[in-house]
T-cell receptor, first 113, second 113 residues
Framework: ETGVTQTPRHLVMGMTNKKSLKCEQHLGHNAMYWYKQSAKKPLELMFVYNFKEQTENNSVPSRFSPECPNSSHLFLHLHTLQPEDSALYLC????????????FGPGTRLTVL | DQQVKQNSPSLSVQEGRISILNCDYTNSMFDYFLWYKKYPAEGPTFLISISSIKDKNEDGRFTVFLNKSAKHLSLHIVPSQPGDSAVYFCAASASSNNNDMRFGAGTRLTVKP
């Protein structure tokens, strides 16, 4: 595997479910990001991790819980989501401080029923 | 607070003609601008960028123009090819905050053979 991979690619969940999105990067980067893209809206930066430490949390509700066990893996734990949380969730990575040179994964299409 | 705006959700051009995609921003602190291209079922990929110290950057068929006084940038693709059909995102960042980049909502370009 090369680049940035995300699993699952599609996820349908109920509002009471707990699920996790996984991201893995094989680029030797030390910064990882979660973005949300809702229909016809700009990509919204949710979380930033630099060297496994969270450095940004852009007012994301606590029902989204990120985890970065090492610089190659990033998770987004989901619980008690709302239908308006349905979106494409994109993971990206870069070298620290080089946000503008980030590589994106293909995304997870999430539907909350 | 949408700091980066792409007011045209879609654009259709004939193969061989010029495609012009536009982007406006409101934050005068932005000093680095990027265009990303996204195919269906794939993550955005970096296309071309420009620093605020320049007003033009060219890479093959792609040229980005920056008008700082108007807070406006544009992407020119010439000649357009059917393979250029994708969603194009404009993004902007401020070097004073390497952890934040703002995206536009995207413009869907269709190049007709």
């Amino acid at each position: 595997e090369t680049g940035v991979t995300q699993t699952p690619r599609h996820l349908v969940m109920g509002m009471t479910n707990k699920k996790s999105l996984k991201c893995e990067q094989h680029l030797g980067h030390n910064a990882m990001y979660w973005y949300k893209q809702s229909a016809k809206k700009p990509l919204e930066l949710m979380f930033v991790y630099n060297f496994k430490e969270q450095t940004e949390n852009n007012s994301v509700p606590s029902r989204f819980s990120p985890e970065c066990p090492n610089s190659s893996h990033l998770f987004l734990h989901l619980h008690t989501l709302q239908p308006e949380d349905s979106a494409l969730y994109l993971c990206a990575s870069s070298q620290t401080g080089r946000l503008y040179e980030q590589f994106f994964g293909p995304g997870t299409r999430l539907t909350v029923l | 607070d949408q700091q980066v705006k792409q007011n045209s959700p879609s654009l259709s051009v004939q193969e061989g003609r010029i495609s012009i995609l536009n982007c406006d921003y409101t934050n005068s602190m932005f000093d680095y601008f990027l265009w990303y291209k996204k195919y269906p079922a794939e993550g955005p990929t970096f296309l071309i960028s420009i620093s605020s110290i320049k007003d033009k950057n060219e890479d093959g068929r792609f040229t980005v123009f920056l008008n700082k006084s108007a807070k406006h940038l544009s992407l020119h693709i010439v000649p357009s090819q059917p393979g250029d059909s994708a969603v194009y995102f404009c993004a902007a960042s401020a070097s004073s905050n390497n952890n934040d980049m703002r995206f536009g909502a995207g413009t869907r370009l269709t190049v007709k053979p």
